[in-house]
């Protein structure tokens, strides 16, 4: 999102820094990176493929790696756009992309591309330009703060309870959540929450309140856009997939990262997948595997502590924001959704459903986004459909997507059933700094000329 969009979530909001010290049990002790050359830039590295996506029985939501020759030919052109992106040299303080991206592809469900450049951290608070002996160099298995794109997540939670009859797309909000009651807010929908036709603004003010009900209250209980009237217009709102979130956490009865686990993850054998990742990251794969974002906030260097404010206020866990996962374990997201909502024989929602979910839902509506004026409505139920401004030359009527403002970003093309994870550190460590869309999109006009 935008630099003003940013400002209306909230900045600078106090909190303890964040620390590569590991709490609770740990998921990954973390294995070995990828073999990297050493460039004008810093470490880059020279990307892997699998010979068949998530082949690997052990972690059947991850790459396992192989020879850089058993990729796809474009795989080099993919990785050269990634490297136009990083600082212009090794002590550049300045940048205009990111200091490092991992990007995979996969096309009818097997691996074409998985190539890791630059660095996952590359500053200290301040920012300050880190000695090259303490930075942290990008690993095809490095793992990101997803930002917005948590939303895909949140949706499909809330999609699943759809399926066992427990949520009504049509149904007010106020069925789930009484408390959402409001002027104009009695004909906000479940489906408007995913659609971001609810008229609810982009973001919640959480601020001065003392304790998580307070903060959860303000959002729950935020009042529409002036003059906004439910369903008939498209306003990016962070506020409709907090309010989701609740609505999954209050029909399953499980906070939102436990229903994440329970009924996602874990079925699909994402182990690098989560909010808060310091809780389930050892030690070692903490220092080696977090991709750093914000370094000059009040907050400090964040590296496995959400970027965005809000989502921090709140825990760390928010259907807006907050999950963290590698370029791996996003692609499965992708590839469920392409399959129809299956994946390695595990059945996550039903057929119907993602057709419902990958469908334009907002035909016809105008669009209000002054920081994007090339964006349309077109939106499924979670998902963002058919937008050049990051698509590309993939870009159609059936592509499908999500982008986050940390950097990173999911893209289907149904129609060449292809996957891209486009994973990037722009926001590290000022992201005023930088545009990560130029990149997205020319990554995807790569694909679009490679993949037929």
């Not at 699998?50 to 396992?64: I, L, M, V, Y």
């Not at 600082?87 to 990111?98: D, E, I, K, W």
């Not at 989502?311 to 928010?318: D, F, K, P, S, T």
């Not at 999950?323 to 392409?338: H, M, N, R």
């Amino acid at each position: 999102m935008p630099v003003a969009r940013r400002t209306l979530l909230g900045a600078g909001l106090a909190a303890a820094t964040a620390t590569l010290a590991g709490c609770g049990a740990t998921r990954d002790a973390g294995s070995a990176p990828a073999t990297t050359s050493t460039g004008a830039a810093g470490p880059t590295g020279t990307g892997r493929a699998t010979e068949a996506f998530g082949a690997n029985p052990a972690r059947p939501g991850t790459s396992p790696t192989a020879d850089a020759g058993d990729q796809a030919p474009y795989s080099a052109e993919v990785t050269a756009v990634l490297r136009r992106g990083l600082p212009s040299t090794a002590q550049s303080v300045r940048h205009t992309g990111y200091p490092g991206a991992v990007a995979l592809v996969t096309v009818d469900g097997r691996t074409t591309v998985h190539t890791a450049v630059g660095e996952a951290l590359r500053y200290g608070a301040g920012p300050s330009l880190l000695a090259a002996g303490k930075r942290v160099a990008m690993r095809p298995d490095s793992i990101f703060d997803l930002a917005s794109v948590t939303k895909v997540y949140t949706a499909i939670l809330l999609l699943q309870q759809v399926d066992k009859g427990r949520v009504r797309l049509d149904a007010p909000v106020t069925d789930y959540l009484p408390e959402f009651g409001g002027a104009g807010k009695d004909a906000v929908t479940v489906a408007m929450l995913l659609a971001h036709t609810s008229g609810l603004p982009v973001g919640a003010k959480v601020t001065g309140l003392s304790s998580d009900s307070a903060r959860w209250s303000a959002v729950v209980t935020t009042p529409l856009v002036t003059g906004a009237t439910p369903g008939t217009t498209f306003r990016y709102s962070s506020v409709g997939l907090m309010v989701a979130g609740k609505i999954v956490e209050k029909v399953t009865g499980l906070r939102l990262d436990r229903a994440l686990r329970t009924n996602l993850t874990e079925p699909l054998g994402l182990r690098d997948t989560g909010f808060n990742p310091k809780t389930w990251l050892s030690p070692a794969a903490q220092a080696s595997r977090l991709v750093a974002t914000d370094a000059r906030s009040s907050r400090g260097l964040l590296r496995g502590t959400v970027h965005d404010d809000v989502a921090n206020h709140l825990g760390g866990v928010a259907g807006h924001a907050g999950v963290f996962a590698s370029a791996a374990d996003l692609a499965v997201i992708g590839q469920l959704l392409l399959n129809g909502g299956s994946y390695r024989g595990r059945r996550i929602l039903a057929e119907a459903t993602v057709r419902r979910m990958l469908g334009n839902v907002n035909a016809g509506k105008p669009a209000i986004d002054p920081e994007r004026p090339r964006r349309t409505s077109a939106h499924g139920l979670g998902v963002v459909l058919d937008q050049p401004w990051f698509m590309g030359r993939l870009s159609s009527a059936r592509a499908f997507g999500h982008t986050g403002f940390a950097g990173p970003s999911l893209l289907v093309d149904p129609r060449r059933k292809l996957v891209l994870a486009l994973l990037t550190n722009r926001a590290h460590p000022n992201w005023s700094w930088a545009d990560p869309d130029p990149t997205r999109v020319a990554v995807a006009n790569v694909l679009a000329r490679a993949v037929d």
